[in-house]
């Protein structure tokens, strides 16, 4: 375990480097992840940050993405994977688990786990992942203003980012009514929005950005509209795209395939090619230097 003062460097750094990104218009690309291995994964591939995706960590606890885990697991989750990798993490924290006070609480849990920042969406609470297809409902926009005013006066660090997530389009709402309350929410103290969107195409975020103005950083999730790509985003002047599911999903296809191989062939041979060594494996857990570490 890294120590106390290394922890608070990197920290640091972390949330730095973020806002630094989004001063400077670099695409942050960001992968999700639930756990250490996951986040190594994604840095070891090359992406700019790691998002500590509640729908991956609910699903790794075998829950669905509806609030049913508690501020406690996901900042337990998030603090392992700050901890595995050297990029920015940023938390995706639901509503903020409840209230105005909760937000707060969840504010300085994050902080204190190391958290780049914190992305608050404008759901009621118990929250429904924003895919499944009743039950998506929105605060009013000036209590979620309030909630962000909260949490944003018990942020410790500087240079913490706290992001605010409008669910209108998820909810049926018009391009006005996401574009209001993303002003708002900036006007709130959030130093960025994320807009997201489950239409097939792009046209939602593409409308969005057109009429923004750039007035501060824009995340996106193109989980179902798959064809936007980097560049396609980058264009449009979006700040941050998360792959937020995308590695839990080839993770699911990927075992099930394996371990119906070994039922169906009785052995793992025919398996062995396809899959990571164990020298693999020890490299990404860092087995080599824990070894060395004990002088072996």
Known sequence: ???????????????????????????????GAHDGLSARLAQEAGFD??????????????????????????VAAALIIRRSVDIPVVADCDTGFGGNLNAAYTMTRYEEAGAAGICIEDKLFPKRNSFVNSGQKLLETDEFCRKLEVAK???????????A???????????????????????????AVLVHSKDSTCKQIVSFMRSWGRRAPVVIVPTTYTAFSMDEAREAGVSMIIYANQGMRTAIAAMRRAWATVLAEGSTESLEMQIASIDDLFAISGMHEWLERAGE
């Open 1 to 31: 375990m890294t120590s106390a003062p290394h922890d608070a460097r990197r920290t640091a750094r972390g949330a730095s480097a973020l806002r630094e990104a989004f001063v400077t218009g670099k695409l942050v690309r960001t992968a």
């Open 153 to 163: 006066r018990a942020q410790a660090h500087l240079d913490t980012v706290l992001v």
């Open 165 to 191: 997530r409008t669910e209108a389009f998820i909810c049926g709402m018009g391009l006005q009514e996401a574009l209001t309350r993303c002003h708002r929410y900036v006007d709130a103290g959030a130093d």
């Open 49 to 74: 940050a790691v998002w500590a995706s509640g729908l991956e960590i609910s699903a790794a606890h075998g829950l669905p993405d509806v609030s049913l885990l508690g501020l406690a697991e996901y």
